[in-house]
């Protein structure tokens, strides 16, 4: 598969100058206090919000990145790119996490790419080894139809194909609201990063709330 035409050292200033852009739109915590899930749900949700002001073209191309912290292009990305952006926006890299419990558990996660070893250029884009992951981590909530199960910094993934095949695809939960009155969702389906009112749109595969206060930073 093509690799990304930018050179490596190129992309990963541009990501971290991206990081540093939209970890400024992060609400700021007084420098006494600790972090809490609430406020670590808060700050995803707001480095979600956030995505939805980056330009970004739909591109599933494999693209060999730097590791850890490694990126494709800022202008660049799929629906599981939402979620690695806004987590690392809170310093947690799933690319590093992802591939070091692959590397643990390689039999735990899925086979649907014919893989023999984990790969840290793409394990973690895939939503599949996204949801096993957070399943390992205990992250796992009850799929329900009720809008108010599913709060802000919650994730949430779907198969869009429904009964006739297997399109997965994932997203983050906010505190906006549509006029459904339902929690709209932080999501790239192939117009880049938008905020929709999507919940309950397709099946439902799996729904999350990841909140590893170990692992961010304030």
Known sequence: MPAAKMPTRRRCLGALAEGLALGALLPALPAAAALTSQSLA?????AALARTRARVVYDPAYVRLA??????????GVCADVVIRSYRALGIDLQQLVHED?????DAYPKHWGLSRPDSNIDHRRVPN???????QG???????????????????WNLR???????????????????GRPRVVHNIGAGPRLEDV??????????????????SE
Not at 130 to 136: S, V
Not at 151 to 157: H, Q
Not at 162 to 180: E, K, M
């Open 130 to 136: 996204l949801e096993t992951f957070l399943k390992r």
């Open 42 to 46: 808060a700050r995803l949700n707001a």
């Open 199 to 216: 919940l309950f749109n397709w099946p439902m595969t799996g729904h999350y709330r990841w909140l590893p206060l170990n692992l961010a």
């Open 162 to 180: 429904g009964a006739s095949g297997f399109l997965p695809h994932i997203g983050i939960v906010t505190d906006r609201r549509g006029i459904t």
């Open 102 to 106: 692959m590397r643990a558990a390689f």
């Open 67 to 76: 590791y850890p912290g490694g990126d494709v292009p800022a202008d660049r």
């Open 139 to 157: 992250a796992a909530l009850p799929v329900s139809d009720a809008p108010a199960d599913y709060r802000p910094g919650n994730l949430v993934a």
